[in-house]
């Protein structure tokens, strides 16, 4: 089966301006997750959707970040205005039953100048 | 809230040598447990989860990890490495689901350890 698509894999932005990432998950699965990586980090949760509903957002800087999963397939985040210090890998995965194990994509790096 | 610690950021060691990289997790309720590894310019890939059952849990590549409830520990062990298992370790946790027919929680990872396989 396809693994999870993840669209830009790359992209460098100045501080103030908007992007937006796109993910697919793998056909069938249910719930969807984006999670932040910072260098040296582990990744963090943003927000968790079953469906096309959002499970678990505690995470997400809502004042600046948004997310959404039309007709419960692809999602979309988006970051508006960027700043210097969301410059990170943002990892898309899907999971499709409850035994946990989840499916990450190949990620987006972003560069915030 | 959950937490994990990887207490080590880079564990180097050489080649056909044993390891055991290091988890310790905080929860308050009951957990799944994983491992996942990054090679080198690749994605997050599952090595091995723990969700019930014996407490021992191995990969198809040799590693092994036990789930130590009293320690609240999962460390990942290996007894001989190979340079091709040079990658970050990351250990993982989430809650077990409280309701039927929802999806798997979001995990909560460690910081990740970087294993350095030495000639």
């Known amino acids: 089966e396809a693994g999870v698509a993840q669209s830009p894999r790359y992209k460098i932005i100045e501080k103030r301006q908007s992007v937006a990432f796109w993910c697919n998950p793998i056909s069938g699965h249910a719930t969807l997750y984006w999670y932040q990586q910072i260098l040296g980090q582990g990744p963090k949760l943003l927000i968790q959707f079953q469906n096309n509903g959002v499970v678990d957002d505690s995470q997400l800087p809502k004042d600046r970040f948004s997310a959404e999963r039309l007709k419960g397939v692809d999602s979309t985040l988006k970051i508006q205005p960027a700043k210097l210090e969301d410059s990170a890998v943002y990892l898309c995965?899907?999971?499709?039953?409850?035994?946990?194990?989840?499916?990450f994509g190949p990620g987006t790096r972003l560069t915030v100048t | 809230a959950q937490s994990v610690t990887q207490l080590d950021s880079q564990v180097p060691v050489f080649e056909e040598a044993p390891v055991e990289l290091r988890c310790n997790y905080s929860?308050?309720?009951?957990?799944?447990l994983f491992w996942y590894v990054q090679y080198p310019n690749q994605g997050l890939q599952l090595l091995l989860k723990?969700?019930?059952?014996?407490?021992l849990v191995e990969s198809i590549n040799g590693f092994e990890a036990e789930f130590n409830k009293s320690q609240t520990s999962f460390h990942l062990r290996k007894p001989s490495v190979h340079i091709s298992d040079t990658a970050e370790y990351f250990c993982a946790v989430s809650s077990t689901p409280a309701y039927s027919g929802g999806g798997a929680d979001g995990l909560t990872f460690g910081k990740g350890t970087h294993l350095i396989i030495q000639p």
């Open positions: 723990y969700l019930s059952g014996s407490t």
């Open positions: 995965a899907s999971s499709r039953d409850r035994t946990g194990e989840q499916y």
């Open positions: 929860s308050s309720v009951s957990v799944y």
